[in-house]
Protein backbone atom coordinates (compact mmCIF):
# COMPACT_ATOMS: atom_id res chain seq x y z
CA UNK A 1 0.00 0.00 0.00
CA UNK A 2 1.22 3.12 -0.80
CA UNK A 3 0.86 6.15 1.74
CA UNK A 4 -1.54 7.61 0.18
CA UNK A 5 -3.66 4.69 0.58
CA UNK A 6 -2.90 4.20 4.42
CA UNK A 7 -3.82 7.87 4.87
CA UNK A 8 -6.87 7.61 3.36
CA UNK A 9 -7.85 4.25 4.88
CA UNK A 10 -6.95 5.36 8.58
CA UNK A 11 -8.91 8.61 8.18
CA UNK A 12 -12.26 6.40 7.00
CA UNK A 13 -11.62 4.31 9.97
CA UNK A 14 -11.20 7.57 11.81
CA UNK A 15 -14.04 9.29 11.29
CA UNK A 16 -16.57 9.34 13.68
CA UNK A 17 -19.19 11.51 15.05
CA UNK A 18 -18.32 14.55 17.28
CA UNK A 19 -20.74 16.27 18.98
CA UNK A 20 -18.74 18.20 21.45
CA UNK A 21 -16.69 21.24 20.34
CA UNK A 22 -14.18 24.08 21.86
CA UNK A 23 -17.27 26.85 20.52
CA UNK A 24 -14.19 28.11 18.31
CA UNK A 25 -15.80 29.50 14.94
CA UNK A 26 -15.55 27.63 11.29
CA UNK A 27 -13.94 29.72 8.52
CA UNK A 28 -16.14 30.08 5.77
CA UNK A 29 -12.40 28.65 3.81
CA UNK A 30 -12.89 25.37 5.68
CA UNK A 31 -16.61 25.40 4.91
CA UNK A 32 -15.63 25.84 1.49
CA UNK A 33 -13.73 22.93 1.60
CA UNK A 34 -16.17 21.00 3.05
CA UNK A 35 -18.62 21.94 0.29
CA UNK A 36 -16.20 20.65 -2.61
CA UNK A 37 -15.96 17.29 -0.89
CA UNK A 38 -19.50 17.22 -0.67
CA UNK A 39 -20.19 18.56 -4.50
CA UNK A 40 -17.65 16.22 -5.36
CA UNK A 41 -19.73 12.89 -4.10
CA UNK A 42 -21.03 11.03 -7.13
CA UNK A 43 -24.68 11.51 -8.18
CA UNK A 44 -27.15 9.30 -10.00
CA UNK A 45 -26.80 9.74 -13.72
CA UNK A 46 -24.53 12.43 -12.41
CA UNK A 47 -27.72 15.07 -12.32
CA UNK A 48 -26.37 16.50 -9.08
CA UNK A 49 -29.36 17.36 -8.05
CA UNK A 50 -27.93 19.04 -4.73
CA UNK A 51 -27.79 22.58 -3.12
CA UNK A 52 -26.42 23.66 0.19
CA UNK A 53 -27.01 25.97 2.56
CA UNK A 54 -23.71 26.72 5.10
CA UNK A 55 -24.62 28.65 8.59
CA UNK A 56 -22.35 30.63 10.48
CA UNK A 57 -24.35 32.86 12.59
CA UNK A 58 -25.23 32.03 16.15
CA UNK A 59 -28.46 33.09 16.28
CA UNK A 60 -29.49 31.17 13.32
CA UNK A 61 -27.73 27.84 14.62
CA UNK A 62 -29.51 28.21 17.42
CA UNK A 63 -32.69 28.37 16.54
CA UNK A 64 -32.36 25.50 14.22
CA UNK A 65 -30.85 23.19 17.41
CA UNK A 66 -34.03 24.62 19.34
CA UNK A 67 -36.60 22.93 16.79
CA UNK A 68 -34.23 19.53 16.36
CA UNK A 69 -34.44 17.27 19.19
CA UNK A 70 -31.48 15.39 18.50
CA UNK A 71 -29.51 17.81 16.93
CA UNK A 72 -28.84 20.09 20.07
CA UNK A 73 -25.05 20.43 19.42
CA UNK A 74 -25.84 23.40 17.12
CA UNK A 75 -25.25 25.41 20.48
CA UNK A 76 -21.35 24.77 20.60
CA UNK A 77 -20.87 24.43 17.03
CA UNK A 78 -19.08 27.00 14.68
CA UNK A 79 -21.10 26.37 11.71
CA UNK A 80 -23.13 23.84 10.30
CA UNK A 81 -24.28 22.74 6.32
CA UNK A 82 -27.80 21.59 4.97
CA UNK A 83 -27.77 19.17 2.46
CA UNK A 84 -30.40 19.98 0.16
CA UNK A 85 -32.45 18.22 -2.61
CA UNK A 86 -33.19 20.26 -5.31
CA UNK A 87 -36.00 19.08 -7.30
CA UNK A 88 -35.64 21.95 -10.26
CA UNK A 89 -32.87 20.02 -11.50
CA UNK A 90 -34.03 16.21 -10.04
CA UNK A 91 -37.35 16.49 -12.33
CA UNK A 92 -35.31 17.48 -15.77
CA UNK A 93 -33.06 14.47 -14.85
CA UNK A 94 -36.37 11.73 -14.01
CA UNK A 95 -34.69 10.72 -11.34
CA UNK A 96 -36.64 11.50 -8.81
CA UNK A 97 -36.00 8.34 -6.49
CA UNK A 98 -32.37 8.65 -6.02
CA UNK A 99 -31.27 12.06 -5.36
CA UNK A 100 -32.44 10.94 -1.51
CA UNK A 101 -28.65 8.77 -2.12
CA UNK A 102 -26.73 11.19 -4.01
CA UNK A 103 -27.45 13.44 -0.77
CA UNK A 104 -26.26 11.04 1.46
CA UNK A 105 -23.16 10.40 -0.54
CA UNK A 106 -22.14 14.16 -0.40
CA UNK A 107 -23.17 14.21 3.46
CA UNK A 108 -20.75 11.18 3.49
CA UNK A 109 -17.78 13.04 1.78
CA UNK A 110 -18.76 16.05 3.97
CA UNK A 111 -17.94 14.09 6.95
CA UNK A 112 -14.81 12.30 5.74
CA UNK A 113 -13.48 15.90 4.71
CA UNK A 114 -14.12 17.03 8.18
CA UNK A 115 -12.58 14.39 9.62
CA UNK A 116 -9.32 14.90 7.44
CA UNK A 117 -9.06 18.86 8.40
CA UNK A 118 -9.35 17.57 12.24
CA UNK A 119 -12.58 19.08 12.53
CA UNK A 120 -15.71 17.49 14.14
CA UNK A 121 -18.93 16.55 12.42
CA UNK A 122 -21.96 14.72 12.84
CA UNK A 123 -24.68 13.58 10.46
CA UNK A 124 -27.89 14.75 11.87
CA UNK A 125 -30.79 13.12 9.86
CA UNK A 126 -33.75 15.72 8.22
CA UNK A 127 -35.60 13.52 5.80
CA UNK A 128 -38.19 11.44 5.60
CA UNK A 129 -38.91 13.23 9.47
CA UNK A 130 -41.03 15.92 8.01
CA UNK A 131 -41.45 18.11 11.75
CA UNK A 132 -37.81 18.19 11.22
CA UNK A 133 -37.85 19.36 7.59
CA UNK A 134 -40.15 21.79 8.30
CA UNK A 135 -38.33 23.75 10.85
CA UNK A 136 -35.17 23.74 8.55
CA UNK A 137 -37.34 24.95 5.79
CA UNK A 138 -38.75 27.62 7.53
CA UNK A 139 -35.92 28.80 9.59
CA UNK A 140 -33.49 28.77 6.25
CA UNK A 141 -36.13 29.98 3.70
CA UNK A 142 -35.82 27.30 1.72
CA UNK A 143 -37.68 27.72 -1.42
CA UNK A 144 -40.58 25.29 -2.95
CA UNK A 145 -38.54 22.44 -4.42
CA UNK A 146 -35.76 22.49 -2.16
CA UNK A 147 -36.19 19.96 0.36
CA UNK A 148 -33.96 19.28 3.58
CA UNK A 149 -31.96 16.16 3.42
CA UNK A 150 -29.39 16.07 6.36
CA UNK A 151 -28.29 18.53 8.98
CA UNK A 152 -23.95 18.47 9.77
CA UNK A 153 -23.05 20.31 12.70
CA UNK A 154 -19.32 21.23 12.44
CA UNK A 155 -16.92 22.36 15.46
CA UNK A 156 -13.42 22.38 16.48
CA UNK A 157 -13.29 18.72 18.87
CA UNK A 158 -13.96 19.52 21.85
CA UNK A 159 -12.31 15.58 22.48
CA UNK A 160 -13.71 13.19 23.95
CA UNK A 161 -15.84 11.77 20.87
CA UNK A 162 -14.08 8.50 19.61
CA UNK A 163 -14.16 6.12 16.87
CA UNK A 164 -15.87 2.61 17.18
CA UNK A 165 -15.04 0.09 15.75
CA UNK A 166 -17.71 -2.01 13.74
CA UNK A 167 -16.33 -4.59 11.68
CA UNK A 168 -17.87 -7.75 11.98
CA UNK A 169 -16.84 -10.58 9.66
CA UNK A 170 -20.22 -12.12 9.76
CA UNK A 171 -21.52 -9.33 8.06
CA UNK A 172 -19.34 -10.43 5.10
CA UNK A 173 -20.70 -13.13 2.60
CA UNK A 174 -18.61 -14.56 -0.35
CA UNK A 175 -19.59 -15.20 -3.87
CA UNK A 176 -23.40 -16.02 -2.73
CA UNK A 177 -25.02 -15.56 0.72
CA UNK B 1 -3.17 22.22 5.68
CA UNK B 2 -1.36 19.25 6.97
CA UNK B 3 -0.45 16.25 4.42
CA UNK B 4 -2.99 14.44 5.59
CA UNK B 5 -5.61 16.64 5.04
CA UNK B 6 -4.44 17.25 0.89
CA UNK B 7 -4.61 13.56 0.73
CA UNK B 8 -7.67 13.18 1.79
CA UNK B 9 -9.26 16.32 0.15
CA UNK B 10 -7.53 15.30 -2.97
CA UNK B 11 -8.93 11.84 -2.92
CA UNK B 12 -12.66 12.75 -2.95
CA UNK B 13 -11.90 15.16 -5.50
CA UNK B 14 -10.33 12.59 -7.88
CA UNK B 15 -12.80 9.79 -7.07
CA UNK B 16 -14.50 8.86 -10.35
CA UNK B 17 -17.01 6.22 -11.91
CA UNK B 18 -14.23 4.05 -13.24
CA UNK B 19 -16.03 1.43 -15.72
CA UNK B 20 -13.27 0.04 -17.78
CA UNK B 21 -11.08 -2.62 -16.11
CA UNK B 22 -8.55 -4.52 -17.80
CA UNK B 23 -9.65 -7.89 -16.65
CA UNK B 24 -7.07 -8.60 -13.62
CA UNK B 25 -8.66 -10.11 -10.54
CA UNK B 26 -9.17 -8.27 -7.51
CA UNK B 27 -7.59 -9.81 -4.20
CA UNK B 28 -9.84 -10.92 -1.25
CA UNK B 29 -7.34 -8.81 0.76
CA UNK B 30 -8.31 -5.62 -1.35
CA UNK B 31 -11.88 -6.53 -1.16
CA UNK B 32 -11.71 -7.00 2.85
CA UNK B 33 -10.01 -3.45 3.16
CA UNK B 34 -13.16 -2.23 0.78
CA UNK B 35 -15.39 -3.70 3.18
CA UNK B 36 -13.34 -2.45 6.10
CA UNK B 37 -14.38 0.91 4.98
CA UNK B 38 -17.67 -0.06 4.57
CA UNK B 39 -18.09 -0.90 7.72
CA UNK B 40 -16.83 2.09 8.66
CA UNK B 41 -19.47 4.83 7.50
CA UNK B 42 -21.61 6.29 9.91
CA UNK B 43 -25.63 4.83 10.13
CA UNK B 44 -28.69 5.89 12.09
CA UNK B 45 -28.65 5.66 15.93
CA UNK B 46 -25.56 3.02 14.92
CA UNK B 47 -27.46 0.56 14.26
CA UNK B 48 -25.03 -0.59 11.60
CA UNK B 49 -27.93 -2.68 9.55
CA UNK B 50 -25.88 -3.47 6.72
CA UNK B 51 -24.39 -6.91 4.84
CA UNK B 52 -22.56 -7.41 2.21
CA UNK B 53 -21.99 -9.79 -0.28
CA UNK B 54 -18.52 -9.80 -2.04
CA UNK B 55 -18.00 -11.82 -5.60
CA UNK B 56 -14.87 -12.96 -7.24
CA UNK B 57 -16.18 -15.68 -9.65
CA UNK B 58 -16.45 -15.07 -13.56
CA UNK B 59 -19.88 -16.97 -13.45
CA UNK B 60 -21.28 -14.99 -11.06
CA UNK B 61 -19.67 -11.71 -12.08
CA UNK B 62 -21.11 -12.19 -15.58
CA UNK B 63 -24.88 -13.21 -14.48
CA UNK B 64 -25.31 -10.51 -12.25
CA UNK B 65 -24.50 -8.36 -15.86
CA UNK B 66 -26.71 -10.03 -17.86
CA UNK B 67 -29.79 -9.05 -15.54
CA UNK B 68 -28.85 -5.82 -15.34
CA UNK B 69 -29.12 -3.17 -18.13
CA UNK B 70 -27.03 -0.45 -16.58
CA UNK B 71 -24.21 -2.63 -14.83
CA UNK B 72 -22.45 -4.67 -18.09
CA UNK B 73 -19.15 -3.57 -16.90
CA UNK B 74 -19.44 -6.28 -14.87
CA UNK B 75 -17.92 -8.43 -17.24
CA UNK B 76 -14.95 -7.14 -17.11
CA UNK B 77 -14.82 -6.33 -13.57
CA UNK B 78 -12.63 -8.21 -10.85
CA UNK B 79 -15.09 -8.25 -8.81
CA UNK B 80 -18.01 -6.29 -7.02
CA UNK B 81 -19.79 -6.33 -3.69
CA UNK B 82 -23.42 -5.69 -3.42
CA UNK B 83 -24.26 -3.53 -0.18
CA UNK B 84 -27.26 -4.71 1.52
CA UNK B 85 -29.90 -3.46 4.34
CA UNK B 86 -30.78 -6.28 7.26
CA UNK B 87 -34.12 -5.69 8.22
CA UNK B 88 -33.44 -8.30 10.85
CA UNK B 89 -30.89 -5.80 12.80
CA UNK B 90 -33.04 -2.33 11.25
CA UNK B 91 -36.53 -3.78 12.60
CA UNK B 92 -35.19 -3.57 16.25
CA UNK B 93 -33.78 -0.17 15.78
CA UNK B 94 -37.29 0.58 14.94
CA UNK B 95 -35.32 3.27 12.50
CA UNK B 96 -36.69 1.44 9.19
CA UNK B 97 -36.60 4.87 7.08
CA UNK B 98 -33.25 5.30 7.28
CA UNK B 99 -31.10 2.41 6.40
CA UNK B 100 -30.95 3.50 2.90
CA UNK B 101 -28.94 6.66 4.24
CA UNK B 102 -26.68 4.30 5.77
CA UNK B 103 -25.75 1.80 2.81
CA UNK B 104 -25.38 5.35 0.94
CA UNK B 105 -22.48 6.36 3.17
CA UNK B 106 -21.00 2.78 2.95
CA UNK B 107 -21.45 2.86 -0.40
CA UNK B 108 -19.70 5.96 -1.23
CA UNK B 109 -16.75 5.02 1.63
CA UNK B 110 -16.27 2.03 -0.57
CA UNK B 111 -15.81 4.26 -3.78
CA UNK B 112 -13.67 6.26 -1.82
CA UNK B 113 -11.24 3.22 -0.42
CA UNK B 114 -10.96 1.99 -3.61
CA UNK B 115 -9.76 5.53 -5.30
CA UNK B 116 -7.17 5.33 -2.55
CA UNK B 117 -6.23 1.75 -2.99
CA UNK B 118 -5.78 2.75 -7.19
CA UNK B 119 -8.74 0.53 -7.86
CA UNK B 120 -11.78 1.33 -10.06
CA UNK B 121 -15.31 1.13 -9.12
CA UNK B 122 -18.54 2.70 -9.78
CA UNK B 123 -21.68 2.93 -7.80
CA UNK B 124 -24.68 1.19 -9.39
CA UNK B 125 -28.05 1.54 -8.05
CA UNK B 126 -30.24 -1.33 -7.69
CA UNK B 127 -33.03 0.15 -4.87
CA UNK B 128 -35.22 1.51 -5.50
CA UNK B 129 -35.84 -0.41 -9.09
CA UNK B 130 -37.54 -3.90 -8.12
CA UNK B 131 -36.89 -5.92 -11.40
CA UNK B 132 -32.93 -5.28 -10.38
CA UNK B 133 -33.20 -5.91 -6.63
CA UNK B 134 -34.71 -9.06 -7.67
CA UNK B 135 -32.43 -10.15 -9.89
CA UNK B 136 -29.87 -9.65 -7.39
CA UNK B 137 -31.66 -10.98 -4.61
CA UNK B 138 -32.14 -14.66 -6.69
CA UNK B 139 -28.88 -14.80 -7.81
CA UNK B 140 -27.30 -14.07 -4.76
CA UNK B 141 -29.78 -16.31 -3.37
CA UNK B 142 -30.64 -13.35 -0.14
CA UNK B 143 -32.62 -14.19 2.67
CA UNK B 144 -36.04 -12.88 3.41
CA UNK B 145 -35.49 -9.60 5.09
CA UNK B 146 -32.43 -8.83 3.34
CA UNK B 147 -32.31 -6.70 0.44
CA UNK B 148 -30.17 -5.17 -2.00
CA UNK B 149 -29.41 -1.42 -2.26
CA UNK B 150 -26.28 -1.14 -4.86
CA UNK B 151 -23.90 -2.96 -6.20
CA UNK B 152 -20.26 -1.52 -6.70
CA UNK B 153 -18.17 -3.37 -9.67
CA UNK B 154 -14.61 -3.32 -8.74
CA UNK B 155 -11.38 -3.75 -11.02
CA UNK B 156 -8.23 -2.69 -12.01
CA UNK B 157 -8.42 0.69 -13.94
CA UNK B 158 -8.02 0.68 -17.98
CA UNK B 159 -7.23 4.14 -17.86
CA UNK B 160 -9.54 6.61 -19.33
CA UNK B 161 -11.86 7.33 -16.74
CA UNK B 162 -11.75 10.83 -15.93
CA UNK B 163 -13.17 12.67 -12.56
CA UNK B 164 -15.49 15.41 -13.25
CA UNK B 165 -15.35 18.97 -11.99
CA UNK B 166 -19.07 19.65 -10.50
CA UNK B 167 -18.36 22.53 -8.33
CA UNK B 168 -20.51 25.04 -8.85
CA UNK B 169 -20.49 28.18 -6.44
CA UNK B 170 -24.23 28.98 -6.88
CA UNK B 171 -25.28 25.80 -5.63
CA UNK B 172 -24.25 27.62 -2.15
CA UNK B 173 -25.99 29.89 0.19
CA UNK B 174 -24.69 31.21 3.23
CA UNK B 175 -26.88 31.58 6.56
CA UNK B 176 -29.93 31.42 4.60
CA UNK B 177 -31.47 30.59 1.15
Same mark, same amino acid.
Given at each position: $?????? =?? #??? &? $??????????????? +???L #?????????? *?? /???????????????????????????? +??????? /?? &? =??????? =????????D #???????A?????? #????? $????? =?????F *????????????? +?? *????? *???? &??? %???A??????D??? %?? +???????
Open positions: $MTDTTT =VV #LDT &I $MSRKSVRNYTGEPVT +KAC #LALLKAGMAA *PS /ARNRQPLAFVAVTERNILNALGEGLPFT +KMLFKAG /AC &I =VVCGDSS =VELQAGAT #LWHQDAAATENIL #LAAEA $MRLGA =VWSAL *PMSEREDHVRKLL +KL *PAGVD *PFSI &IPV %GHPGGDLPKKFK %GE +KIHWEVW
